[in-house]
């Protein structure tokens, strides 16, 4: 069983940063991909950005130029740095962590993200 707990979300205001974490544990043998979504009441979760195990990483295009995301192996954490916040990045953001060779996919429990314009 994997446990992935979300930590840093928050209230800021528009212009204003975040940085949201998400550690990885339990039976965690190949992390192949580690991700951020979000989603907003009555839309469909979007993928924010994703990370590799080999470090290559990709974004939305609404974010990039403002989010950077990065990972820590050594501790199986994902990081979502936000930067210039905006008033519709406001969302639950979720963790997703994929292990390719179990077919397996775990998400987080979310963490709201609330941008006040």
């Known amino acids: 069983q994997v446990q992935l707990v979300e930590s840093g979300g928050g209230l800021v205001q528009a212009g204003g940063s975040l940085r949201l974490s998400c550690a990885a544990s339990?039976?965690?043998?190949?992390?192949?991909?580690m991700a951020w979504y979000r989603q907003v009441p009555g839309k469909q979760r979007e993928l924010v950005a994703h990370i590799t195990s080999d470090g290559s990483s990709d974004y939305a295009d609404s974010v990039k130029g403002r989010f950077t995301i990065s990972r820590d192996n050594a501790k199986n954490t994902v990081y979502l740095q936000m930067n210039s916040l905006k008033a519709e990045d406001t969302a639950v953001y979720y963790c997703?962590?994929?292990?390719?060779?179990?077919?397996?996919?775990?998400w987080g429990q979310g963490t709201q993200v609330t941008v006040s314009s």
């Open positions: 997703n962590v994929v292990q390719s060779y179990y077919g397996w996919s775990n």
């Open positions: 339990g039976s965690i043998f190949s992390i192949t991909r």
